[in-house]
């Protein structure tokens, strides 16, 4: 597609539930990155992958929270046994070349996540 | 390590009023500055970015400039418009042992008012 593609846009669930996030990230990129976007806060790093592979998993919050991505596309964010301090948006982003820092990151736009 | 801070919110400006958001950063390394803007229900866009020192970004009205002395991405506009309202980002984009990381603000949150 022509830009980084989200799904669900809005999930509501029940606490306790599992829930999984995708993102579609522009063709060709190899880098794609998880944030979460609390109401009114920043945004904080979750995870990334370069290709399959993620380098980098240290921002995830707790052992709840897992990602895959799989032919170095789609990814797959999952949350098990959801608590109320999930809700959030989660947002995805791509970027075209890893190891190469100008080049920007191209964002969706989130999945609206509501744990009710 | 790396960070940037940014200026906190909220702004409220009158429309064409000139516009400043500060964001300053530290880095181990020589990255890349990024202005990006959030719209209201939508994800973060690239609003402008500097590759190297004492570069400009432009875009929309909007400027920036790469200044390694002080460390610091100040973005600008000469007028504003009610359109411009949105929350403004400052990132940086480094190497790392792990790959290419990304560093954001916290956000400055703009309204513009008729």
Redesign the interface.
Known sequence: GAG?SQSPSNKVTEKGKDVELRCDPISGHT?L?W?RQSLG???E?LI?F?GNSA??KSGLPSDRFSAERTGGSVSTLTIQRTQQEDSAVY?C?S?LV?????????????TRLSIL | GNSVTQMEGPVTLSEEAFLTINCTYTATGYPSLFWYVQYPGEGLQLLLKATKADDKGSNKGFEATYRKETTSFHLEKGSVQVSDSAVYFCALSDLSNTGNQFYFGTGTSLTVIP
């Open positions: 980084v880098a990155y944030y806060q920043g945004l790093f990334y370069q380098p980098d947002l982003a970027s890893a190891g190469v820092p100008n080049q920007p990151q191209h964002f969706g736009d989130g």
